[in-house]
């Protein structure tokens, strides 16, 4: 079964400060796809990556960058220099395979505040 | 042009009611979801459908009913509504399990 673990409820920094988001996954398919979505609090969904399994490359966008790491089974996120519009609640997901059968399994989020 | 739009975006209603909430996809994806957001923002599947076809129905209990007229829609109706039914619901679709598509959500509130 597909499972998907953000360790970190809450996390708090002030403005400019470089963060990092944990995500570790459990699947048993070698083809799966992670994925990283922001929740503001206006309350949609933001897609923010996807990354294959077949993909170890690192990828970076503006200040955002995820390490994916399948030796550990993590994908992590990293905000650089962070602002306050970043505060919202970030969430690591995993869906095996590919089909119809499919779903999305989402980790518990990471409440994310920047302060001035 | 709405990729996944749901409708409504709030409702409110009184125990025992009855209501429908409606998802349309524009994207011609196969497999349309139904997700449920409780007040700890925990988000889990509830059900999926493959062109009109059941394919996840994840312990949800049977008061809650969804319907696929086709393969662009995914409507969920829910039946004599209960406290624990607030929460916001997310339609969602999806091409081959690879990229998904979220609607804005709707906000229920059972008074």
């Known amino acids: 079964a597909q499972k998907v673990t953000q360790a970190q409820t809450e996390i708090s920094v002030v403005e400019k400060e470089d963060v990092t988001l944990d995500c570790v996954y459990e699947?048993?398919?070698?083809?799966?796809?992670l994925f990283w979505y922001k929740q503001p609090p206006s309350g949609e969904l933001v897609f923010l990556i996807r990354?294959?399994?077949?993909?170890?490359q690192n990828e970076i966008s503006g200040r955002y960058s995820w390490n994916f790491q399948k030796s550990t089974s993590s994908f992590n996120f990293t905000i650089t220099a962070s602002q306050v519009v970043d505060s919202a609640v970030y969430f690591c997901a995993l869906s095996e395979g590919a089909g119809g059968g499919n779903k999305l399994t989402f980790g518990t989020g990471t409440q994310l505040k920047v302060e001035l | 042009d709405t990729a996944v739009s749901q409708t409504p975006k709030y409702l409110v209603t009184q125990m025992g009611n009855d209501k429908s909430i409606k998802c349309e996809q524009n994207l011609g994806h196969d497999t349309m979801y139904w997700y449920k957001q409780d007040s700890k923002k925990f988000l889990k599947i509830m059900f999926s459908y493959n062109n009109k076809e059941l394919i996840i129905n994840e312990t949800v209990p049977n008061r809650f009913s969804p319907k696929s007229p086709d393969k662009a829609h995914l409507n969920l109706h829910i039946n004599s509504l209960e406290l624990g039914d607030s929460a916001v619901y997310f339609c969602a679709s999806s091409q081959e399990g690879i990229s998904y598509t979220f609607g804005s959500g709707t906000r229920l509130t059972v008074v």
């Open positions: 699947t048993r398919d070698t083809t799966y796809y």
């Open positions: 990354r294959n399994s077949f993909d170890e």
